[in-house]
């Protein structure tokens, strides 16, 4: 089992930053890749960005590719998602999720909102 508490969401304007955290705990030992996912209201939940814990590898969405950074702390189990140069169609709830395999993810944190203002 791992917990996983999202933070750093808020309220901000177009063509501002917030930096999002996830930390992890638990069940910590073996994770293979986290990711941050967004869904909007009326939309499907998708994914924004992807890491790989061993290597570093990482995967973006086209709507963030130049925008987002995922990054992660393996010694303090978090991971990272720096947003710059927002947009109102960024405005979503994030989740940070985790996965033991090469498979889906496993485990969901609660969420954190993010708006962007235009």
């Known amino acids: 089992q791992v917990q996983l508490v999202e933070s750093g969401g808020g309220l901000v304007q177009a063509g501002g930053s917030l930096r999002l955290s996830c930390a992890a705990s638990g069940r910590t030992f073996s994770i293979f890749k986290m990711g941050w996912f967004r869904q909007a209201p009326g939309k499907e939940r998708q994914l924004v960005a992807r890491?790989?814990?061993?290597?570093?590898?990482?995967y973006y969405s086209d709507s963030v590719k130049g925008r987002f950074t995922i990054s992660r702390d393996n010694a303090k189990n978090t991971v990272y998602l720096q947003m710059d140069s927002l947009k109102p169609e960024d405005t979503a709830v994030y989740y940070c999720?985790?996965?033991?395999?090469?498979?889906?993810?496993?485990?969901w944190g609660q969420g954190t909102q993010v708006t962007v203002s235009s």
């Open positions: 999720a985790v996965a033991y395999s090469a498979g889906t993810d496993d485990y």
């Open positions: 890491i790989w814990w061993s290597g570093g590898g990482t």
